[in-house]
């Protein structure tokens, strides 16, 4: 492109041409960094907990935040179809305050409401953070639901998936995205493996053939540090976050 000899590469003019004495002025610096971006708010790590009905995902929230209250500011956000129930099972054993605790009933199938159709949740999940103060952790618990069912991450930022062994040892080879991706496999009620026949070392093989390097624990809530090893992953995923 040409350019007059008076001007620089921005068609700027070498010297004011008002005030000749004036030295020139310097040409905008294209390649400058942008200015530092501010901190913002501080936000709960959100942990998904998904899993069929009856595996035990409610009773393992309510031993979660038994063995974290101390320790953590904790929420919990529930999911059930046409009721509240499982947030009343919490609010009954009096796991977490009142208002640490908080309600959707979705209305339709649970994964919708944790994948496709996050907004009730995400809603819950930061009116809890805004009423109650900072919190360090926010467990959102689906409804019961099959094999399939996984959280977006828009929602959250790391999944644990529950089954249990009264569903028999094929669970874990059954696969599924819960099975194979969720970021940690729950196999619970290991206290009633020989009653139902299931053979634990044939899930933890199966397991592991299904989900690689992914982590994978077993637990019996019976058992008063049965949830020791679900805590135990959850407080370095909130170490790795902080």
């Known amino acids: ?15 004011d041409t008002r005030h000749p004495d004036l030295p020139r002025q310097e040409a905008p610096q294209r390649d400058a960094p942008p200015p530092a971006a501010l901190p913002g708010p501080r936000r709960a790590l959100r942990i998904g907990l998904g899993g069929p009905v009856g595996s035990g995902k409610t009773a393992t929230v309510a031993a979660l935040c038994r063995a974290l209250r101390e320790e953590l500011a904790l929420g919990v ?9 499982d947030a009343e099972f919490l609010l ?11 309600a959707v009933a979705t209305g ?3 994964h919708t409401a944790i994948r496709d159709d ?7 999940v930061e009116e809890l953070e805004a009423s109650t103060g900072p919190l360090d952790l926010v467990l959102v618990e689906s409804g019961g639901d099959n094999l399939t069912a996984t959280f977006s991450r828009g929602l959250v930022d790391a999944q644990i998936f529950v089954i249990d062994v009264a569903g028999g040892d094929k669970i874990p080879r059954k696969g599924g995205p819960g099975v194979t991706s969720a ?3 729950v196999i ?3 206290d009633l493996a020989e009653l ?10 199966d397991a592991t053939a299904q989900r690689g390097d992914r982590p994978f624990v077993f637990t019996s809530l019976a058992a008063a540090d049965g949830v020791a090893p679900v805590a135990a992953w959850v407080r370095e995923r909130l170490a790795a976050w902080r």
């Open 108 to 110: 339709c199938c649970p």
């Open 1 to 15: 492109m040409h350019r007059d000899h008076g001007t620089d590469e921005f068609g700027a003019p070498l010297h």
């Open 196 to 205: 139902v026949g299931a053979d634990l070392a044939v899930m933890a093989r």
């Open 77 to 85: 956000v529930t999911n059930d179809i046409y009721t509240t129930e």
């Open 183 to 185: 970021d940690l496999l």
């Open 118 to 124: 996050i907004s009730a949740n995400l809603e819950a």
């Open 188 to 190: 619970n009620k290991t």
């Open 92 to 102: 009954r054993h009096a796991v977490l305050p009142p208002e640490r605790i908080a």
